[in-house]
């Protein structure tokens, strides 16, 4: 570490980038299994957020997994590395005032609690989207659901490994008997008051 020299001391700071952008940074955090409705509903959550003028950026685990873990596999350790890896992306992303919508299984609450540490509490949305595994399967959007119930695939979240319930999530939502948009504005009406500086500065 003695030849690194970060330059965090001369760069535009968070508070700077936020009253450009004129919204805070954040992250929502997507868990569930697979199939669950995650990424969808975080596809509709930034077409929203976009409509108001608001910047974000999805990271979903198998666009990651295409690109700067593409090199991890599905060990626990690799598992645990892709969610690190990840989380201090999210960090990067929220430092520079951009809301992050984050995809991921992440099936054990280690791994979310770690995320949540290199993230900040502060700035960790945790939506659980706890859709029934009846209906994902149902749904098996994939094919990994019948891949898993052939022994194709081992250690799948849901079948052959488990899935930890977050234990206190900023919201919970059952894709399988709630609209798309009924869910999104549920989120909206959480995070916006949180991330609206304009809001913010008028409750002051």
């Known amino acids: 570490m003695e030849n690194i020299h970060p330059i965090f001391d001369r760069m535009e700071t968070r508070s700077e980038k936020e009253r450009l952008l004129g919204h805070r940074g954040t992250v929502v955090w997507f868990t569930g299994l697979s199939g669950s409705g995650k990424s969808t509903l975080a596809v509709a959550l930034e077409r929203r957020l976009s409509a108001r003028g608001i910047l974000c950026r999805i990271l979903d685990g198998d666009n990651v997994r295409c690109g700067i873990n593409a090199g991890l596999g599905f060990s ?7 969610i690190r890896r990840v989380a201090e992306v999210c960090r990067l992303f929220v430092d520079t005032g951009v809301v992050v919508l984050a995809c991921f299984v992440s099936p054990t ?24 595994l009846a209906e994902c399967e149902r749904r098996d959007v994939k094919g990994l659901y019948a891949r898993a119930r052939r022994g194709e695939i081992r250690d799948f979240t849901g079948i052959s490994a488990p899935f930890e319930e977050p234990e206190a999530p900023t919201l919970r939502l059952d894709t399988s008997d709630r609209t798309v948009d009924a869910c999104v504005d549920e989120i909206l009406r959480a995070l916006l008051p949180a991330i609206e500086l304009n809001r913010k500065n008028e409750q002051q």
């Open 109 to 132: 609450r280690e791994l979310r609690r770690m995320a949540g540490r290199i993230i900040g509490a502060e700035d960790f949305f945790e939506v659980y989207v706890s859709t029934p």
């Open 76 to 82: 626990e350790e690799d598992r645990r590395e892709n």
